[in-house]
């Protein structure tokens, strides 16, 4: 009985309050996250120096956001989630040469080869482009041990048949370019909301 009184009256109302905190606090909102959100100009010498691979654009340290977790997998599922790849394509030579960008998983823990890639839409002007994968469908995505969490990225300029596009005999018409990428993770059951995504452009 002496429980039950605790939580009576005052007390429980203060209760009730930090529960409805709790609910409307980071935790509720963990549903999803931006990964990274990159602007960047690339150009052909950019694509021929890149290291240790041509025509990749590497996002590494502090252009990952560092509050992602460290585990996928839980207390909240990203790893059977989606990823919303969100593509504005800024600048882009004419000609509307057709023009994709994979983009790759680094893990901090690999298994088979080690990582996994989904990929943006084929564009062939500037524009926005977005669409939404599933965490389970990509390409090698279950190469990653997602408990041990995202450690880099790598974006890869392609043509339409997955040719780097350094190697194009063609390169003027993918270089030089500007693009924003934003890869906003997820959860599992949950459903991407823009509302949630810094800085972005109120469509018209």
């Given at each position: 009985?002496?429980v039950?009184?605790?939580?009576?009256?005052?007390?429980?109302?203060?209760?009730?309050?930090?529960?409805?905190?709790?609910?409307?606090?980071?935790?509720?909102?963990?549903?999803?996250?931006?990964?990274?959100?990159?602007?960047?100009?690339?150009?052909?010498?950019?694509?021929?120096?890149?290291?240790?691979?041509?025509?990749?654009?590497?996002?590494?340290?502090?252009?990952?956001?560092?509050?992602?977790?460290?585990?996928?997998?839980?207390?909240?599922?990203?790893?059977?989630?989606t990823?919303?790849?969100?593509?504005e394509?800024?600048?882009?030579?004419?000609g509307?040469?057709?023009?994709?960008?994979?983009?790759?998983?680094?893990?901090?823990?690999?298994?088979?080869?080690?990582?996994?890639?989904?990929?943006?839409?084929?564009?062939?002007?500037?524009?926005?482009?977005?669409k939404?994968?599933?965490?389970?469908?990509?390409?090698?995505?279950?190469?990653?041990?997602?408990?041990?969490?995202?450690?880099?990225?790598?974006?890869?300029?392609?043509?339409?048949?997955?040719?780097?596009?350094?190697?194009r005999?063609?390169p003027?018409?993918?270089?030089?370019?500007?693009?924003?990428?934003?890869?906003?993770?997820?959860?599992?059951?949950?459903?991407?909301?823009?509302?949630?995504?810094?800085?972005?452009?109120?469509?018209?």
């Open positions: 009985m002496i039950i009184r605790s939580f009576r009256g005052t007390r429980l109302a203060f209760v009730l309050a930090g529960v409805a905190l709790f609910l409307s606090g980071p935790v509720a909102q963990a549903q999803q996250f931006v990964l990274f959100d990159a602007t960047f100009t690339f150009t052909k010498e950019d694509a021929d120096n890149s290291k240790p691979s041509k025509s990749h654009y590497y996002v590494t340290g502090k252009m990952l956001n560092a509050e992602r977790p460290k585990d996928w997998t839980v207390p909240v599922d990203f790893r059977n989630g990823v919303h790849i969100r593509l394509v800024i600048e882009k030579p004419e509307g040469a057709p023009t994709t960008w994979t983009l790759c998983y680094i893990p901090n823990k690999g298994q088979k080869a080690g990582y996994g890639c989904a990929g943006t839409q084929v564009f062939k002007e500037k524009g926005v482009y977005e939404d994968v599933k965490m389970t469908e990509f390409w090698q995505n279950d190469c990653i041990v997602w408990a041990e969490g995202i450690k880099e990225m790598h974006l890869v300029i392609k043509d339409d048949s997955n040719v780097h596009a350094h190697k005999a063609d003027e018409k993918f270089f030089p370019t500007k693009v924003r990428i934003t890869m906003i993770q997820v959860a599992k059951g949950a459903k991407y909301d823009p509302k949630l995504v810094p800085n972005l452009p109120e469509k018209k």
